[in-house]
């Protein structure tokens, strides 16, 4: 086996519980959703985002096919959010709704790109070397910051809803709905320009990590949650394995260190 990281590894068994999760279903698991229904296409879409999670996420974590599994699993990704993404913006670029979708699937993206720089082998870094190079890395990094800015916004957006979901023994529930939203806006902004991003990344992944244990495992144990829910829990944990891969790829860094933007490191490298 080939571990690189605990991010890595836990991630990696999530993407096999995703696709097991998936191929028992027989339908699009939350990551996925929205997606085409309605058509004969739809089911074999949804098989084959359940295989590509399952063998990408066992391809991961062996050395001779952790290269080509986070390869597939980085184009694979790329195409979902480009297909199915990024059209959704059209419908309403004004609204954080149209965001969210395509900032669940930027986040795994973003992590799948971590792992695709580990792991590159020399195939990859002759023939895709920008995308292999820390200048990849960078891009990676900055594309979990700008994916976790529309979860902060959503806050404020559904204060009200927020404020709910805050656990009962906790005083001032609006409060703490504002304060994890703008959390998430300015862990996103901290990535994207460089200023403290390892500890931004790790604040991230552990407030979405807090808001499983906290909010959905006291919901599961105290009553029964309806198929969204369980959708809700399980992208919560996803996105959770996604920031922690992300945070992992800032070893090294000191935690409060300021870096270059990536517009600046992309302007030198031209």
């Given at each position: 086996?080939?571990?690189?990281?605990?991010?890595?590894?836990?991630?990696?068994?999530?993407?096999?519980?995703?696709?097991?999760?998936?191929?028992?279903?027989?339908?699009?698991?939350?990551?996925?959703?929205?997606?085409?229904?309605?058509?004969?296409?739809?089911?074999?879409?949804?098989?084959?985002c359940a295989f590509?999670?399952?063998?990408?996420?066992?391809?991961?974590?062996?050395?001779?096919?952790?290269?080509?599994?986070?390869?597939v699993l980085l184009?694979?990704?790329?195409?979902?959010?480009?297909?199915?993404?990024?059209?959704?913006?059209?419908?309403?670029?004004?609204?954080?709704?149209?965001?969210?979708?395509?900032?669940?699937?930027?986040?795994?993206?973003?992590?799948?790109?971590?792992?695709?720089?580990?792991?590159?082998?020399?195939?990859?870094?002759?023939?895709?070397?920008?995308?292999?190079?820390?200048?990849?890395?960078?891009?990676?990094?900055?594309?979990?910051?700008?994916?976790?800015?529309?979860?902060?916004?959503?806050?404020?957006?559904?204060?009200?809803?927020?404020?709910?979901?805050?656990?009962?023994?906790?005083?001032?529930?609006?409060?703490?709905?504002?304060?994890t939203g703008a959390?998430?806006?300015?862990?996103?902004?901290?990535?994207?320009?460089?200023?403290?991003?390892?500890?931004?990344?790790?604040?991230?992944?552990?407030?979405?990590?807090?808001?499983?244990?906290?909010?959905?495992?006291?919901?599961?144990?105290?009553?029964?949650?309806?198929?969204?829910?369980?959708?809700?829990?399980?992208?919560?944990?996803?996105?959770?394995?996604?920031?922690?891969?992300?945070?992992?790829?800032?070893?090294?860094?000191?935690?409060?260190?300021?870096?270059?933007?990536?517009?600046?490191?992309?302007?030198?490298?031209?």
């Amino acid at each position: 086996m080939r571990i690189a990281s605990p991010g890595h590894a836990v991630f990696a068994a999530t993407m096999i519980g995703v696709g097991i999760l998936g191929l028992m279903k027989g339908d699009f698991t939350a990551e996925w959703q929205p997606a085409l229904k309605g058509v004969p296409e739809s089911q074999v879409l949804a098989h084959l985002c359940a295989f590509t999670s399952l063998a990408c996420g066992v391809g991961l974590l062996w050395r001779r096919t952790a290269a080509p599994a986070a390869r597939v699993l980085l184009a694979y990704l790329l195409l979902w959010l480009l297909l199915f993404r990024v059209p959704g913006l059209f419908h309403g670029l004004t609204k954080v709704d149209a965001y969210w979708p395509l900032s669940q699937t930027a986040a795994l993206l973003a992590a799948a790109w971590v792992l695709y720089v580990w792991f590159a082998d020399d195939w990859d870094k002759q023939r895709l070397s920008s995308a292999t190079s820390n200048k990849g890395l960078r891009i990676a990094r900055a594309l979990y910051g700008a994916a976790i800015i529309p979860f902060g916004l959503a806050h404020f957006q559904y204060v009200e809803h927020t404020a709910s979901m805050v656990p009962s023994w906790l005083p001032a529930h609006v409060a703490w709905a504002y304060f994890t939203g703008a959390a998430f806006i300015a862990a996103g902004v901290a990535v994207l320009i460089g200023v403290c991003a390892r500890l931004a990344t790790a604040l991230s992944a552990s407030q979405m990590g807090l808001f499983l244990v906290l909010v959905w495992v006291p919901a599961a144990a105290t009553r029964s949650l309806n198929s969204f829910q369980w959708g809700e829990v399980l992208s919560t944990w996803v996105l959770t394995t996604a920031g922690w891969v992300v945070t992992d790829s800032y070893r090294g860094i000191p935690w409060l260190a300021m870096d270059r933007p990536l517009a600046l490191t992309l302007r030198q490298t031209r």
